[in-house]
Nanobody, 124 residues
Framework: QVQLVESGGGSVQAGDSLRLSCVVSGRTFSRNVVGWFRQAPGKEREFVAATRWIGEITYAQHSLKGRFTISRDNAKNTVYLQMNTLESADTALYYC?????????????????WGQGTQVTVSS
């Protein structure tokens, strides 16, 4: 059993930055992958970034052009998503999710556990 709670979203202006946090609780992690996804109105859920809980391997959506960076603090059971130079197109509900094996880190169906999401709204 895994629970995830996102926070850090809000309303900002284009060009601003935000850091989202995802606190993970439940069973001990040794092989899980934790990822960030986003979903805008009328669009499919989109992969943003993911990290293995153990080790340094990360995955990222190339189209984000390096503006978004995932990181984690294992001692705090927290995964972060640093979002810089935000654009109106980044407006979406951002979800944190956990996968038992992470065989397909960019595939939403690979994740069994999801948070409720945190809203990011970027105004131009």
């Amino acid at each position: 059993q895994v629970q995830l709670v996102e926070s850090g979203g809000g309303s900002v202006q284009a060009g601003d930055s935000l850091r989202l946090s995802c606190v993970v609780s439940g069973r001990t992690f040794s092989r899980n992958v934790v990822g960030w996804f986003r979903q805008a109105p009328g669009k499919e859920r989109e992969f943003v970034a993911a990290t293995r809980w153990i080790g340094e391997i990360t995955y990222a959506q190339h189209s984000l052009k390096g503006r978004f960076t995932i990181s984690r603090d294992n001692a705090k059971n927290t995964v972060y998503l640093q979002m810089n130079t935000l654009e109106s197109a980044d407006t979406a509900l951002y979800y944190c999710a956990a996968s038992d094996y992470g065989r397909s880190p960019s595939d939403p169906s690979d994740y069994a556990y999801w948070g409720q999401g945190t809203q990011v709204t970027v105004s131009s």
